[in-house]
């Protein structure tokens, strides 16, 4: 594990101010950067500041650039802290930035709740709703492998599945496990995965539908396009599994070109969810007040922490647009707590990603959320409710892993 520790070494005021903050690294089943400040008071805060694949680049922004400007700041200031690191720095947003940010802002969240003696949600506006609506991740290597696995989720009481099966002429896909458990980055180098567009959309409508035929539709269905089709692909492709009645198809193009959604919204009406990659309100602005999208899936830990995420809420309750926040394992114990807090407080909360982290993450980030009967609800216990295990954190260290790189079969690179 990788620790770099600051701290304030006089006396600023009688008032509680940062007086340490700790960036912490370890792999307990995959990389994580924790940002841990400390208050004159003894009261610690938790952030989670991970960027899968990219780990290293918000480590060094935090240790080099962020945490000296924390300490003898007052922790109860979160809004004016916010707004001194995104406007002081003039270099705004971007993935590496946005997720620094995060990292304070939770932090500050769980130091709020400790000092008031209370759960975030409360602190947030109280309960919008009693728990928190998730869907999990069924995949298979062929259409019967996927179908059991939907069987399972269902057997375990998730309300909502996401389903991803292997295209049989690429021996693969985005999403499906190859082993106990879903892990996308490996060591080493990127590994370099064959992608055919022409082969999905000929496979995964049908065993979409075999889903349904098999489980009908007790359930919600979900799928993730993650970027692959074009426009007009992704409008073929949602026009052709309308019957299935999809919670959504999500990221079914890259978002950069965003005027590209309205032709999409044009010629179906499966409902689109776009946004874990994007990381402002001003990344998503056009998408949510032309209702291009009807999910927005920007996460606490990418999107500027619970202040600036509670912003891009607020601004999609008006058009209608509904959240769905990120939730993979690829964001610590930490962002989940935080999510969850956020999901019950939010009137236009509508699904929260859920994948159970592996026992080797759970005892380095201790507490967190429950999940029964399809849903997740948060810790009752002052703030956040996730503590961190140095000791255990110490059995993990860093590994350096990379995230896939897609190549059709004519050897071009395409998007992941």
Same mark, same amino acid.
């Given at each position: 594990?990788?620790?770099?520790?600051?701290?304030?070494?006089?006396?600023? #005021?009688?008032?509680?101010?940062?007086?340490?903050?700790?960036?912490?690294?370890? #792999?307990?089943?995959?990389?994580?950067?924790?940002?841990?400040?400390?208050?004159?008071?003894?009261?610690?805060?938790?952030?989670?500041?991970?960027?899968?694949?990219?780990?290293?680049?918000?480590?060094?922004?935090?240790?080099?650039?962020?945490?000296?400007?924390?300490?003898?700041?007052?922790?109860?200031?979160?809004?004016?802290?916010?707004?001194?690191?995104?406007?002081?720095?003039?270099?705004?947003?971007?993935?590496?930035?946005?997720?620094?940010?995060?990292?304070?802002?939770?932090? @500050?969240?769980?130091?709020?709740?400790?000092?008031?003696?209370?759960?975030?949600?409360?602190?947030?506006?109280?309960?919008?709703?009693?728990?928190?609506?998730?869907?999990?991740?069924?995949?298979?290597?062929?259409?019967?492998?996927? @179908?059991?696995?939907?069987?399972?989720?269902?057997?375990?009481?998730?309300?909502?599945?996401?389903?991803?099966?292997?295209?049989?002429?690429?021996?693969?896909?985005?999403?499906?496990?190859?082993?106990?458990?879903?892990?996308?980055?490996?060591?080493?180098?990127?590994?370099?995965?064959?992608?055919?567009?022409?082969?999905? @959309?000929?496979?995964?409508?049908?065993?979409?539908?075999?889903?349904?035929?098999?489980?009908?539709?007790?359930? =919600?269905?979900?799928?993730?396009?993650?970027?692959?089709?074009?426009?007009?692909?992704?409008?073929?492709?949602?026009?052709?599994?309308?019957?299935?009645?999809?919670?959504?198809?999500?990221?079914?193009?890259?978002?950069?070109?965003?005027?590209?959604?309205?032709?999409?919204?044009?010629?179906?009406?499966?409902?689109?969810?776009?946004?874990?990659?994007?990381?402002?309100?001003?990344?998503?602005?056009?998408?949510?007040?032309?209702?291009?999208?009807?999910?927005?899936?920007?996460?606490?830990?990418?999107?500027?922490?619970?202040? =600036?995420?509670?912003?891009?809420?607020?601004?999609?309750?008006?058009?209608?647009?509904?959240?769905?926040?990120?939730?993979?394992?690829?964001?610590?114990?930490?962002?989940?707590?935080?999510?969850?807090?956020?999901?019950?407080?939010?009137?236009?909360?509508?699904?929260?990603?859920?994948?159970? =982290?592996?026992?080797?993450?759970?005892?380095?980030?201790?507490?967190?959320?429950?999940?029964?009967?399809?849903?997740?609800?948060?810790?009752?216990?002052?703030?956040?409710?996730?503590?961190?295990?140095?000791?255990?954190?110490?059995?993990?260290?860093?590994?350096?892993?990379?995230?896939?790189?897609?190549?059709?079969?004519?050897?071009?690179? =395409?998007?992941?």
């Amino acid at each position: 594990m990788l620790v770099y520790k600051y701290w304030n070494t006089g006396k600023v #005021s009688d008032l509680s101010t940062i007086e340490r903050a700790e960036v912490l690294v370890a #792999s307990p089943g995959r990389n994580f950067v924790t940002l841990r400040l400390t208050t004159s008071d003894g009261v610690t805060g938790l952030g989670d500041a991970t960027l899968n694949g990219r780990e290293l680049a918000v480590a060094s922004y935090l240790r080099d650039h962020v945490v000296p400007l924390l300490i003898g700041r007052d922790p109860a200031r979160i809004e004016d802290t916010w707004q001194y690191l995104y406007r002081g720095a003039y270099w705004r947003r971007g993935p590496v930035t946005m997720t620094a940010i995060a990292a304070v802002d939770t932090a @500050l969240w769980d130091i709020k709740g400790k000092v008031a003696g209370l759960p975030v949600y409360q602190l947030l506006g109280g309960r919008s709703r009693d728990g928190v609506l998730v869907y999990s991740h069924a995949s298979g290597t062929d259409v019967p492998s996927l @179908l059991d696995d939907v069987a399972r989720f269902r057997d375990e009481g998730y309300r909502a599945i996401r389903a991803q099966a292997a295209v049989p002429e690429i021996g693969g896909s985005y999403g499906v496990r190859r082993g106990a458990v879903y892990e996308p980055a490996a060591t080493s180098l990127p590994d370099e995965q064959p992608w055919s567009t022409e082969a999905y @959309l000929d496979f995964a409508p049908a065993y979409l539908e075999a889903v349904r035929e098999t489980h009908g539709f007790g359930f =919600h269905l979900l799928h993730d396009v993650h970027h692959r089709l074009t426009p007009i692909e992704a409008a073929r492709f949602g026009k052709r599994v309308e019957d299935c009645r999809l919670f959504w198809m999500e990221d079914p193009t890259p978002a950069e070109n965003q005027e590209a959604f309205r032709l999409i919204r044009q010629h179906t009406t499966t409902p689109v969810a776009v946004g874990e990659n994007l990381s402002s309100i001003w990344d998503v602005q056009h998408l949510i007040t032309e209702q291009l999208i009807d999910y927005v899936r920007t996460t606490v830990v990418h999107a500027g922490g619970i202040t =600036h995420l509670r912003r891009i809420f607020d601004l999609a309750a008006l058009y209608q647009v509904r959240t769905g926040s990120h939730g993979a394992t690829d964001l610590s114990p930490i962002t989940l707590a935080a999510a969850v807090h956020l999901d019950l407080a939010v009137p236009n909360f509508g699904i929260q990603e859920y994948m159970p =982290h592996v026992p080797e993450t759970m005892e380095v980030f201790r507490g967190g959320v429950s999940f029964a009967d399809g849903m997740l609800h948060p810790s009752e216990e002052p703030g956040l409710g996730v503590d961190y295990d140095d000791d255990a954190a110490a059995r993990f260290p860093y590994e350096p892993r990379y995230l896939p790189v897609a190549r059709r079969l004519d050897g071009s690179v =395409h998007d992941w």
